[in-house]
């Protein structure tokens, strides 16, 4: 049975290169992981995640490709703050000017 010296000097540096991806990508999912909201996790059960990201490289693969549903796109619609009517007014007649009376005008006429 061969030892580490057995091996020439490239495959130690692959072998080295890849134990750091596998560290990197393990980490790099735990931490996601540890920080996504458990609603957002496919099956809402943050433990589940870290024992499959523990299995190795592969564990760490599939979190990261399958097991976070994406985050709910703000509503476009509904996303001005809410703010007091006569707030919003007076602030745009301080920035524009005041709007002219549009009974005035008509009775200018």
């Known amino acids: 049975m061969g030892t580490w010296g057995d091996l020439p000097a490239w495959?130690?540096?692959?072998?080295?290169?890849?134990?750091?991806v596998q560290v990197g990508l393990q980490a790099l999912a735990l931490?996601?992981?540890?920080?996504?909201?458990?609603?957002?996790?496919?099956t809402g059960r943050r433990w589940v995640w870290i024992v499959v990201i523990a299995l190795g490289l592969v564990g760490a693969i599939v979190f990261l490709a399958a097991a976070r549903r994406p985050a709910p796109a703000p509503d476009p619609v509904n996303t001005a703050p809410d703010l007091d009517r006569d707030r919003a007014r007076r602030a745009a007649d301080l920035l524009y000017g005041s709007p002219p009376d549009s009974n005035q005008d008509r009775s200018s006429r």
């Open 31 to 42: 931490l996601i992981a540890l920080r996504t909201p458990p609603d957002r996790l496919l």
């Open 11 to 20: 495959a130690i540096v692959a072998i080295a290169f890849l134990a750091l």
